[in-house]
């Protein structure tokens, strides 16, 4: 089965510009997810959708980040205006929504000068 | 708060021998811990979940144990290879919630 899409896999931006990602998950799984991974650390969960709906999103600073997944399949995540601090790799994952791993993409990796 | 966490120095072995790598965790009591593999440059990947219920799991050269009484969980890597350098991760649910992981503990086999 194809896996967890994602694009871009590299992103350059100033500061205060905004960015934009994009994710496809593996056909059928409802659930979908949008981590943030600084360099040397584990993934922190920013948002949680449970088909088009959003599960969890207590980590996510909304005052600078927006997620959408609509029609319950692919999902964008925007940061608007970006800042130094979230140089990072974004990683997209889905699953079942049952007990069980998850499928990650290989993640876009943002930069922030 | 509820913390996982692994340790963070790199663990270097001679290829052959047994890579053993822990988790542990505080102030909560999962239902069950995964174990994912991660690559430079790669998303995580799924290798083990163990159930607070079971005692150990295995899967080819993998074993993952889950002590709930230490609130630790051991994660070894039998005959290890050179193939088997990467970073290692470990990741539980606090309840309903997704998962969180640890920092990874990076793992290096030397030949």
């Known amino acids: 089965e194809a896996g967890v899409a994602q694009s871009p896999r590299y992103k350059i931006i100033e500061k205060r510009q905004s960015v934009a990602f994009w994710c496809n998950p593996i056909?059928?799984?409802?659930?979908l997810y949008w981590y943030q991974q600084i360099l040397g650390q584990g993934p922190k969960l920013l948002i949680q959708f449970q088909n088009n709906g959003v599960v969890d999103d207590s980590q996510l600073p909304k005052d600078r980040f927006s997620a959408e997944r609509l029609k319950g399949v692919d999902s964008t995540l925007k940061i608007q205006p970006a800042k130094l601090e979230d140089s990072a790799v974004y990683l997209c994952?889905?699953?079942?929504?049952?007990?069980?791993?998850?499928?990650f993409g290989s993640g876009t990796r943002l930069t922030v000068v | 708060s509820q913390k996982i966490e692994q340790n963070s120095e790199a663990l270097n072995i001679q290829e052959g021998k047994t890579a053993t790598l822990t988790c542990n965790y505080t102030n909560y009591s999962p239902a069950y811990l995964q174990w994912y593999r991660q690559d430079p440059g790669r998303g995580p990947v799924f290798l083990l979940l163990i159930r607070e219920n079971e005692k150990e799991k295995r899967k080819e050269r993998l074993k993952v144990t889950f002590d709930t009484t230490l609130k630790q969980s051991l994660f070894h890597i039998t005959a290890s290879q050179p193939a088997d350098s990467a970073t290692y991760l470990c990741a539980s649910p606090a309840g309903r919630r997704a998962l969180t992981f640890g920092s990874g503990t990076r793992l290096q086999v030397q030949p």
């Open positions: 994952a889905s699953s079942t929504g049952r007990v069980g791993g998850y499928t």
């Open positions: 056909s059928g799984h409802a659930t």
